[in-house]
């Protein structure tokens, strides 16, 4: 077996434990928490607290499955492009893990959608009235803003060059 072909299959199951700690995380709140029980774990600040989340963060979008669904489906290939493009180099890990958990999590509400109609929230801010979540939005979320981060701070334009991203030249042929 190749290099990269043992590198996308460990990356297959990261994605797959993800996964299951997600839907385990549900399963839990739908067995513990559905019938309006609520469990606070630091008092006045965080909370398990079970809600039928059909639209995406902060309640936006309602109803709108099929949006959902095909949104999530191009954000995998992209994901899952990237995954395979990237080279197998030390300074591209950062990169991989953060699209494996953005993988996971955009797979874990998409079972949600998919399966039940809605996704399963239960993890609540109640210090600060933030909006019911779930494990697989603080992959999504969390790792978001850390590779927007890695992208503006960390990584170089060659870096990404990989990618297709290039500076565009100047009439004069400067970049």
């Known amino acids: 077996m190749t290099k990269k072909l043992i590198r996308m299959i460990a990356e297959l199951l990261c994605i797959g434990v993800f ?39 902060f309640g936006i979008l309602q109803n709108q499955q099929t949006f959902f669904v095909i949104a999530g489906a191009v954000i995998l290939v992209l994901v899952m492009y990237v ?10 890990r950062i990169l991989n893990v ?13 079972i949600d959608r998919v399966n039940l109609g809605y996704v399963v929230d239960f993890i609540y801010v109640s210090a600060i009235n933030f909006p ?7 992959y999504v979320t ?12 960390y990584y170089q334009e060659e870096d990404l060059a990989v990618f297709g991203f290039k500076k565009k030249e100047n009439q004069d042929g400067t970049k």
Request: glycine share 6%; proline share 2%; with cysteine.
């Open 19 to 57: 996964i299951l700690a997600d839907q385990i995380t549900k399963i839990w709140a739908v067995d513990t928490l559905k019938e309006g029980r609520v469990i606070e774990l630091i008092p006045g600040v965080l909370q398990f607290n079970y809600l039928e989340n059909q639209g995406a963060a």
């Open 83 to 92: 995954l395979f493009v990237t080279p197998h180099e030390r300074k591209y």
């Open 132 to 138: 019911i979540f779930n494990v697989a939005d603080c």
């Open 98 to 110: 953060l699209l494996i958990m953005i993988a996971s999590g955009a797979i874990g509400n998409m």
């Open 142 to 153: 969390v790792s978001t803003i850390l590779l927007a981060l890695v992208i503006l701070f």
